[in-house]
């Protein structure tokens, strides 16, 4: 049972990488429109140069371009099917499989974690804020052997849908002195935007 919970885990974590790769699946978004996507629904914020990235049709990705061509913001939606954990302790232990893979090394060098168990009595949910140094981005800055990656969500039992599970962020990945000082603030206007489905 344990195993096949980490193949999901597993596999939920290939489906985000292979996300990231350019795909002929694009297609600008307006601002402030909606976006569906399994089970989710998000609204795009006020700001022009969102794409949607979505070649299998069982998530999203929302692209914007930062300040140069190697930075962006990323609007993610993945999920998976799998049996609703029967104990808070089974879903943590799901959670720190996913935490583990997104904060360690040697990709990964965590700079600050945050992680709480929402107080929810209908399902389990744990909001999430990471700022990492990424060594393996798709592309370095020029004379950096690294980039920021700051990212902010929640990973849950969908509300609606009792055998799936959802990962749901906002991240930012940037080169060294372009942070962004609004980047909590917008992530938390997309997360508070969305809303769940049936579907």
Same mark, same amino acid.
């Given at each position: 049972?344990?195993?096949?919970?980490?193949? *999901?885990?597993?596999?939920?974590? *290939?489906? $985000?990488? /292979?996300?990231?790769?350019?795909? =002929?699946?694009? %297609?600008?978004?307006?601002?402030?429109?909606?976006? =569906?996507?399994?089970?989710?629904?998000?609204?795009?914020?006020?700001?022009?140069?969102?794409? /949607?990235?979505?070649?299998?049709?069982?998530?999203?990705?929302?692209?914007?371009?930062?300040?140069?061509?190697?930075?962006?913001?990323?609007?993610?939606?993945?999920?998976? !099917?799998?049996? @609703?954990?029967?104990? %808070?302790?089974?879903?943590?232990? /799901?959670?720190? @499989?996913?935490?583990?893979?997104?904060?360690?090394?040697? &990709? +990964?060098?965590?700079l600050a974690i945050e992680d709480r168990l &929402?107080?929810?009595?209908?399902?389990? $949910?744990?909001?999430?804020? +990471?700022?990492? %140094?990424?060594? !393996?981005?798709?592309?370095?800055?020029?004379?950096?052997?690294?980039?920021?990656?700051?990212?902010?969500?929640?990973?849950?039992?969908?509300? #609606?849908?009792?055998?799936?599970?959802?990962?749901?962020?906002?991240?930012?990945? +940037? *080169?060294?002195?372009?942070?962004?000082? !609004?980047?909590?603030?917008?992530?938390?206007?997309?997360?508070?935007?969305?809303?769940?489905? #049936? !579907?």
């Open positions: 049972m344990k195993q096949s919970i980490y193949i *999901a885990i597993l596999a939920l974590l *290939a489906s $985000c990488a /292979l996300g990231e790769k350019e795909s =002929p699946y694009k %297609e600008k978004i307006p601002r402030l429109s909606n976006v =569906p996507g399994a089970g989710i629904s998000f609204v795009i914020p006020d700001e022009e140069g969102w794409m /949607l990235f979505d070649p299998d049709g069982k998530g999203a990705m929302i692209v914007r371009q930062g300040r140069s061509k190697i930075e962006s913001y990323i609007i993610s939606l993945d999920t998976y !099917q799998q049996s @609703v954990p029967k104990t %808070e302790d089974k879903f943590k232990q /799901l959670y720190q @499989v996913l935490k583990q893979r997104e904060t360690s090394p040697p &990709r +990964y060098k965590p &929402r107080d929810s009595k209908n399902s389990y $949910c744990i909001d999430f804020y +990471y700022l990492v %140094e990424d060594s !393996q981005p798709k592309e370095l800055p020029v004379g950096d052997d690294y980039m920021l990656l700051e990212t902010m969500g929640f990973f849950a039992v969908h509300p #609606n849908i009792p055998n799936y599970m959802v990962r749901v962020a906002y991240s930012y990945r +940037y *080169a060294k002195g372009h942070e962004d000082p !609004q980047f909590k603030t917008k992530a938390k206007w997309v997360l508070e935007q969305l809303t769940f489905t #049936n !579907q």
